[in-house]
């Protein structure tokens, strides 16, 4: 009977006859041990959060080593290409320019292979411009208290989403809640996140009775300014939710994207003492929280 009660998970037991006394102790014994198992559970859940977060923060500074490590080389790479871009740019203008004194019978291919050459030249300026993002920083002598509703609604309109029919857009910050930071970094930031929810919601096929629905919210927690934008697009799998802030990390098709937008947003809040999360659910909705210092008087 004792083996059969053991095996099937008794902690202890007592043979009858047994004193008071003797039930008192391993009483006793018992409500220590599970008190003993409560603390080292609770001792391994505080473990376990605090790894959790030393490996949150080691991505973090890697990510931002990265970051600084990018910025380094695209000023190199940025003085170097200049120059002969610059070139390319007036020699395209030069052969413009030689159009008219060419056969009737060439032009249309000549301007088809100057389209051609623009083309790739632009897509090289293009990268050039997005890698210049990484070399400005912004010192605080550039930096004002800015008033985050008026600051999205100036990217909703630069990006056009107020024009489109079928979207819904709800705002809600606390007028008054502001930010110390560079206006124009902070617009490019922003543009990059809502840009890319904006493309989630395009690239979503919504069921009858659902159309695409932009949130943004913003408020105070623990000394910290929030600011979250949500859609309901097609989400982010949790494969690559760790990757979305890499440089030149992308989903998209060759030509569509370089993958700096969010890697550039990452880039500026840091610079200003800010962070960015995402939580998101494949098919169903992302949300970047923005954390930015109260700097409140």
Do not use: W
Request: net charge negative; hydrophobic share 35%; with cysteine.
């Amino acid at each position: 009977m004792k083996l059969k009660c053991l095996a099937a998970g008794a902690t202890d037991f007592l043979s009858k006859p047994c004193s008071g006394a003797e039930l008192i102790l391993r009483a006793q014994n018992l409500t220590r041990m599970h008190r003993q198992q409560q603390e080292l559970s609770a001792q391994k859940q505080d473990l376990e959060e605090a790894l959790n977060n030393l490996q949150h923060k080691d991505r973090q500074l890697m990510r931002q080593e990265k970051l600084a490590s990018l910025g380094r080389m695209s000023a190199g790479l940025i003085h170097e290409i200049n120059n002969p871009l610059n070139y390319a740019l007036q020699g395209l203008q030069l052969l413009h320019q030689g159009i008219a004194q060419l056969p009737a019978d060439t032009k249309d291919e000549y301007r088809e292979i100057l389209h051609d050459v623009e083309g790739g030249v632009g897509r090289v300026t293009q990268i050039i411009a997005d890698l210049r993002g990484f070399t400005t920083n912004t010192g605080p002598e550039c930096r004002q208290m800015l008033e985050l509703q008026p600051l999205v609604e100036t990217v909703i309109e630069f990006l056009g989403a107020n024009s489109r029919s079928d979207l819904q857009i709800k705002i809600e910050i606390p007028k008054g809640l502001s930010i110390l930071a560079d206006r124009n970094s902070m617009i490019q930031a922003l543009t990059s996140v809502i840009s890319n929810a904006l493309t989630a919601m395009e690239e979503k096929n919504y069921p009858e009775g659902e159309s695409p629905r932009l949130e943004i919210q913003g408020g105070r927690h623990e000394e910290k300014v929030l600011l979250s934008i949500q859609d309901n697009g097609q989400g982010i799998s949790p494969e690559i939710q760790d990757r979305i802030f890499d440089p030149f990390f992308t989903t998209r098709d060759v030509g569509q994207g370089m993958g700096l937008g969010l890697s550039i947003c990452h880039s500026i809040l840091a610079d200003h003492g800010a962070t960015i999360e995402v939580r998101s659910e494949p098919g169903l909705f992302s949300t970047f929280t923005l954390q930015f210092p109260s700097n409140r008087s």
